[in-house]
């Protein structure tokens, strides 16, 4: 992609990045991991993967939204100077250059790398004969019975293609000599059936694999008996997907997202993906069906949503074609520790995941749930997976006649269906299910156990950066607090009080909240750096986070640049902020962290000169979304060895020259320079080596 779609434009005093634009110089960075030959073959499928189903959200969400505003008529620029009908035109041309791309690193680089391993992905017609019959056969019994060949005529309208599925538009010839024109059909592909087709597997053979749409276009013919086949084109809608609920008209909540999910199949197309070679007709005819332009159409020269490959590297056994399996290691203390409250009893426990195992969090759970001496359990839940363990450790305690409330967020994106599924679980087994605060997502990450003790009842919490979500704390980086600090644990009580009942303005003594304290307190730090720098005193920012765009926050960090204060932004996808502009931001530097892991952790460090540094984790990117519109939770690191922990880390992810790359001011992305003599230094893989030696705890300072 060129550096041209997301050039920074001008408005006022300042320039900006646009939020788009800038998301689709992210997405290009996860393709090129496609393409780096650092990692593993088929890992770099899997960021193949990633970059198609990011690709399906941002048009179903971004682009769809823009859509809708070049529809409204609407003309005014958003901070970044750039009007709808503009940046429309960018994002296609950005996405047109990104598709493209795609492909090309799946047909000329990944599918030779492939063969060479012994994994072919075959047509129909390269295959065997002896391969062939088998193809025919699986056909026969797992295809063909689930298929349904749908007519398009006068008597049989268009049908609704529900949204990203795989279908195939045929056209046959019309048996019925007065009628020339051919005859039109949809054959949409269920979702039961896998994408992949794995060929007659046998022992120390390659591994031959076939993508199911040239199974079903190979066999079509078979659905039409009497007609011959013309031609047949695999195609997929993408439809706008962004749930609109006015909460305050609303009576229940859950019943209204489930409502709105099951309306979601139907959303206005914004994208049709089909096969290049595609009649003109037909594509014609299928554009006027789902009303859409020649300018929403990606003529795919290769397999239809290469996120299908997602599943080829579990299918492979070959360790040597992934990555070395990592497990992440356990601070002593909480080894197998049969009371985990007695460990953090007498110290805080800060955990860096993946370095550091998520286990001692599910534990913390599991055990409260079968304490006979813990009363209360408070627990959000933003996004988990289908097996939660957590999730079934507060089913248990509801069980045992414990108190227990969980906070979950049915609007968390593309995740609404399976937490509705989960409060229903929960709330039959006498879990108090709320849904937060109206207006608001609840994506604070938050833990509250309250136990009678000895001295009377002890309040214990855990706080994170990332969701209670044991398979993507393998995947994420996180970091996560286990803590007994009264004041902290205070306000998480507070936090709680405020999710489940009424409390307009609530007061914290150590956290930071939004919507309440959050952007107040941090242009307030900026501000004090600001005030230093100009006295002359040292002054320094590091942020890490994955978003930065909120305007008021980005026009701080350039007033702190201008006043001297050295600021170094880890943003590991879009940036609204302009570095390297003289005299605005030439002392801000902003960098991208792509790797194994998903950088997910986000970190303020203020330099405080004269005093110790102030530093917050927590679950708040800089978006306005963040600060305005969602319930987040940032807490204090403040003990000593901790905080050196926190910046040293910063500072292994601010040496990295490996999987980083630098915002560049025209929008692109630079590779860090290697020094004569210096190996190239990766932080994930730095952090990996050292996990296990470090882990602070506070209190007496014991390791």
Request: hydrophobic content about 40%; some cysteine; aromatic content about 10%.
């Amino acid at each position: 992609m060129t550096p041209t779609h997301n050039a920074p434009q001008p408005n006022g005093r300042y320039q900006y990045f646009n939020r788009e634009l800038s998301w689709l110089a992210f997405n290009q960075r996860v393709l090129e991991q496609s393409l780096s030959e650092k990692y593993p073959l088929l890992e770099r499928i899997r960021f193949l993967s990633f970059v198609s189903s990011n690709l399906d959200q941002f048009y179903e969400i971004r682009v769809a939204g823009v859509l809708q505003q070049v529809d409204a008529g609407r003309l005014e620029t958003d901070f970044d100077g750039i009007g709808p009908r503009e940046l429309l035109t960018r994002i296609r041309a950005g996405c047109d250059d990104m598709v493209k791309e795609q492909y090309r690193c799946w047909k000329e680089v990944l599918l030779p790398e492939l063969q060479k391993q012994r994994i072919h992905f075959k047509t129909v017609e390269e295959l065997s004969p002896t391969d062939f019959k088998w193809l025919e056969s699986y056909f026969r019994r797992e295809v063909y019975p689930v298929l349904t060949p749908l007519a398009i005529d006068p008597s049989h309208p268009f049908p609704l293609i529900t949204n990203k599925s795989l279908n195939l538009i045929v056209s046959l010839k019309n048996p019925n000599p007065k009628r020339k024109e051919p005859l039109i059909a949809v054959v949409p592909v269920p979702r039961i059936l896998p994408r992949l087709v794995r060929v007659n597997q046998r022992p120390g053979q390659p591994a031959t694999f076939l993508f199911l749409s040239d199974v079903v276009r190979c066999f079509a013919a078979r659905l039409f008996p009497g007609y011959k086949l013309l031609g047949s084109w695999a195609f997929r809608i993408t439809r706008n997907s962004d749930l609109y609920i006015d909460e305050e008209e609303v009576e229940n909540l859950l019943t209204k997202i489930e409502e709105e999910l099951h309306n979601l199949r139907k959303g206005a197309a914004v994208r049709l993906e089909i096969e290049e070679g595609v009649d003109e007709d037909i594509l014609k005819d299928l554009l006027e069906a789902i009303d859409l332009s020649d300018s929403d159409v990606h003529l795919i020269d290769g397999p239809l949503n290469l996120y299908r490959l997602m599943s080829l590297p579990d299918q492979i056994d070959r360790p040597d074609l992934k990555f070395e399996k990592y497990t992440g290691k356990v601070p002593k203390p909480l080894q197998q520790n049969e009371n985990l409250f007695s460990a953090i009893r007498e110290n805080d426990f800060l955990l860096h995941h993946p370095y550091e195992s998520f286990a001692p969090v599910v534990e913390f759970v599991k055990q409260a749930a079968n304490d006979p001496d813990v009363f209360a359990i408070k627990q959000t839940l933003y996004r988990t997976s289908g097996d939660s363990p957590i999730v079934k450790a507060l089913m248990t305690a509801a069980l045992k006649g414990k108190q227990v409330t969980a906070m979950v967020e049915l609007k968390a994106r593309f995740d609404e269906a399976a937490n509705i599924q989960w409060a229903r679980q929960m709330e039959e087994v006498g879990v108090h299910v709320v849904y937060g605060l109206s207006g608001l997502k609840t994506h604070c990450k938050c833990c509250l156990v309250v136990r009678r003790e000895k001295t009377g009842l002890k309040r214990y919490a855990h706080l994170g950066t990332g969701n209670y979500n044991h398979h993507t704390a393998r995947l994420y980086t996180d970091f996560s607090l286990f803590t007994v600090n009264p004041k902290i644990t205070s306000d998480v009580a507070n936090l709680f009080n405020s999710l489940t009942g009424f409390s307009r303005s609530p007061r914290f003594k150590k956290l930071l909240v939004a919507p309440f304290n959050l952007h107040k307190r941090l242009l307030g730090l900026a501000r004090q750096e600001i005030e230093n720098a100009r006295a002359g005193k040292k002054a320094r920012i590091i942020v890490k986070v994955n978003g930065l765009m909120d305007k008021d926050t980005i026009d701080m960090i350039y007033e702190a640049s201008a006043a001297g204060v050295q600021v170094d932004l880890i943003v590991r996808g879009i940036c609204g902020l302009v570095p390297g502009i003289k005299g605005v931001s030439d002392k801000i530097r902003v960098r991208s962290i792509l790797g194994r892991y998903l950088e997910h952790s986000r970190i303020y460090y203020f330099e405080n000169h004269g005093d110790e540094p102030i530093i917050y984790v927590g679950s708040a990117d800089w978006m306005p979304r963040n600060f305005f519109r969602r319930i987040e939770a940032i807490f204090p690191i403040e003990d000593l060895k901790m905080k050196q922990r926190v910046k040293d880390t910063l500072e292994v992810y601010l040496r990295d020259n490996d999987s980083a790359k630098a915002l560049r001011p025209n929008g692109s992305y630079a590779s860090l320079p290697v020094r004569k003599n210096r190996e190239a230094f990766c932080a994930q893989q730095h952090l990996a080596e050292i996990a296990g030696s470090q882990y602070e705890r506070t209190g007496k300072g014991k390791t």
